[in-house]
C-alpha cells in the first residue's frame, strides 16, 4: 500500500512540476515575463487586447476575455516598449503602456471612462499617469474652445493660446522627466515635449529634459532600439532649432537652386542676388496654391520696383499643366523653374519642403529671413523689409 502511495504521489509532484514549468512559457514557447491584470466594470464578456504599435502598423501580443470584471494577459516582451491595451471594438476604449520585463501591472476601472478614469498599480508610474492624464484631458477639453476660434482671430493668437493652454501639460512631464529620466511612463509623457507647431517658440527646457532622459536610457535600457530613436530626436531637435536661430538672425544661407525655365533656360536663385527674393513652392494640381496666386501677383506688382522678385518652384510634373496654370493666374514674373518630378524633385528634400505652398523668404544678401509667410504675414513683412 505504501509503494502504491509513494508512486501516486511522485506522478503528483511530476504533475505539479509540469503544470508549473508550462505556467512559465508561452504557447510559443517563450518564458512568461509581463503580467497585467485588471478589474474593469461593465466590460464582462469583451475581448482584451494588448496590441504592439510599430512602423508596419498595429498587431496583436496577446488577449483574453474579461470574465465578471476581471482579465489576465500574460506574455513574453523583448525589453522596455510602448503598448496600447484595447478593451472591445470600441477604439475610445484604449489606454497606452509602457511595458518591460518583469512588470506586473493592474488596472481597475470603469470601462465607460477607461483612458482618462483607469488606476494603475504595480509599478512606480501609476500615480503619475492619473495625474498625467488628468491634465491632458483637461487640454483636450481646452483644445476645443480653440477649434472655435478658427475663423475668428489671427494664426498668431492661435499659436500664442495653444502654447497657453498646453503649458500645464508640458510643466508637468519636463519636471516628471527631469525628477526620474529614466521612468518607463517617460515615453508617453515626452511626446509633450516635442515640436508639435514648428520651432517657433519651442521652449529650449524641452529639449533639455528629453537629452536628460535620452542619456539615462542609454545606460539602463541600451539594447532597446527605443533608446536609439530618442537619441536621433533629441539630436533632430537640437539640430533644427539651431537652424532656426540662424534662420532668425539672417545667417543661413538660402541652398542654391538651379532649374529650368519652360523655355529651357538655367536660371539659377543666387542669380537674383542683391533682391528680396520670395522663393515660392507650388504646383498646378494644388488648389491652396492656386488661391494663394492673386496674393503672390498684388505683392510682386507692389514692390517689384523696390528690389522684390518672386522665384516660383513648380512641383508639377506635366509641363502643359504648369505652363497652363503660369498663363492663367496671371504670374507674370519671369523665374519660373521645375525639374517635372513632382515630389521626387531634390529640391522638396533640400528645402524641406512637405506640403504646398510653401514660401522661402531670402534677403539681398542670399540669406534666408523667414520661412513659410503667406497672406497677410507676408504683406507685413515685406512692407518692413521695402519700406
Not at 518591460?100 to 488606476?119: E, F, P, R, T, Y
Not at 516660383?312 to 514674373?333: C, H
Not at 506640403?355 to 518692413?384: F, M, Y
Request: with cysteine; proline share 4%; aromatic share 8%.
Amino acid at each position: 500500500m505504501m509503494r502504491y502511495l509513494v508512486v501516486s504521489l511522485i506522478c503528483l509532484f511530476a504533475l505539479v512540476a509540469c503544470n508549473s514549468n508550462d505556467d512559465k512559457f508561452d504557447e510559443n514557447g517563450k518564458e512568461i515575463n509581463l503580467e497585467i491584470t485588471g478589474n474593469i466594470k461593465s466590460a464582462n464578456g469583451q475581448l482584451v487586447k494588448l496590441e504592439a504599435v510599430s512602423q508596419g502598423g498595429v498587431f496583436s501580443v496577446v488577449e483574453s476575455k474579461v470574465e465578471g470584471e476581471s482579465f489576465k494577459l500574460r506574455t513574453n516582451v523583448p525589453g522596455l516598449g510602448i503598448y496600447q491595451l484595447r478593451i472591445g471594438d470600441n477604439p475610445d476604449n484604449a489606454i497606452v503602456i509602457p511595458a518591460n520585463i518583469g512588470d506586473h501591472i493592474q488596472l481597475d476601472g470603469d470601462i465607460s471612462n477607461l483612458a482618462l478614469g483607469v488606476k494603475i498599480s504595480g509599478v512606480d508610474w501609476g500615480k503619475t499617469y492619473t495625474e498625467y492624464m488628468k491634465l491632458v484631458s483637461e487640454f483636450s477639453e481646452a483644445q476645443g474652445e480653440l477649434m472655435e476660434l478658427q475663423n475668428k482671430v489671427s494664426r498668431d493668437e492661435l499659436v500664442q493660446r495653444y502654447f497657453e493652454m498646453k503649458k500645464p501639460v508640458d510643466d508637468y512631464a519636463r519636471e516628471k522627466i527631469n525628477q526620474n529620466p529614466g521612468s518607463p511612463f517617460n515615453l508617453v509623457m515626452v511626446n509633450s515635449l516635442m515640436p508639435t507647431t514648428g520651432l517657433e517658440g519651442y521652449p529650449k527646457e524641452n529639449l533639455d529634459a528629453i537629452k536628460k532622459m535620452a542619456e539615462s536610457y542609454a545606460k539602463k535600457y541600451s539594447n532597446s532600439p527605443i533608446t536609439q530613436s530618442l537619441a536621433e530626436q533629441a539630436s533632430q531637435i537640437e539640430s533644427g532649432l539651431k537652424e532656426y536661430e540662424m534662420l532668425k538672425a539672417g545667417i543661413k544661407p538660402a541652398p542654391e537652386i538651379e532649374l529650368e525655365s519652360p523655355e529651357g533656360k538655367v536660371i539659377k536663385l543666387s542669380s537674383l542676388k542683391g533682391k528680396v527674393v520670395l522663393v515660392d513652392f507650388w504646383a498646378s494640381w494644388c488648389k491652396p496654391c492656386r488661391m494663394e496666386n492673386p496674393n503672390v501677383v498684388k505683392l510682386y506688382n507692389k514692390y517689384k520696383n523696390k528690389g522684390f522678385t518672386v522665384y516660383s518652384v513648380s512641383l508639377d510634373d506635366v509641363k502643359s499643366n504648369w505652363v497652363s496654370a503660369i498663363e492663367q493666374d496671371g504670374l507674370i514674373w519671369p523665374n519660373h523653374v521645375s525639374d517635372l518630378m513632382g515630389w521626387k524633385s531634390y529640391i522638396t528634400k533640400l528645402y524641406g519642403v512637405s506640403s504646398i505652398p510653401h514660401t522661402v523668404l531670402v534677403g539681398k544678401d542670399g540669406n534666408i529671413i523667414a520661412v513659410g509667410l503667406r497672406g497677410e504675414q507676408l504683406a507685413l513683412k515685406l512692407e518692413e523689409i521695402l519700406k
